[in-house]
């Protein structure tokens, strides 16, 4: 059975860090993209970073450009986001996503995605 867990969410103050982690389990496959989206109270589910399996490619929302980094570790089978500069903006529960892919690019569109995990909260205030 396929499982996305995710870990590190937390409160940071305005101009912290974090650094989110999922770890995928239950599948034998290498072609999958994944993906991290967030959605605050009241608004829709929106894409924040995504990464190819390769690793090579990778695309961010304009909100988090130039702050949040996303990297992968296939042989773990993890993805990690780490976050700078964080905002109040930011504060979400944040959401990674896995779509069994064989191309070699990945997408920021929650529709894509087949599998998701649980969630983890992350608030930024002061």
């Known amino acids: 059975q396929l499982q996305l867990v995710e870990s590190g969410g937390g409160l940071v103050q305005p101009g912290g860090s974090l650094r989110l982690s999922c770890q995928a389990s239950g599948f034998t496959s290498d072609y999958y993209n994944l993906g991290w989206f967030r959605q605050a109270p009241g608004k829709e589910r929106e894409g924040v970073s995504c990464i190819s399996r390769s690793g090579y490619t990778t695309y961010y929302s304009d909100s988090v450009k130039g702050r949040f980094t996303v990297s992968r570790d296939n042989a773990k089978k993890m993805v990690y986001l780490q976050m700078n500069s964080l905002k109040p903006e930011d504060t979400a529960v944040y959401y990674c996503?896995?779509?069994?892919?064989?191309?070699?690019?990945?997408?920021?569109?929650?529709?894509?995605?087949?599998?998701w995990g649980q969630g983890t909260q992350v608030t930024v205030s002061s």
């Open positions: 996503a896995l779509e069994f892919s064989s191309g070699r690019l990945c997408n920021l569109r929650p529709t894509s995605y087949t599998y």
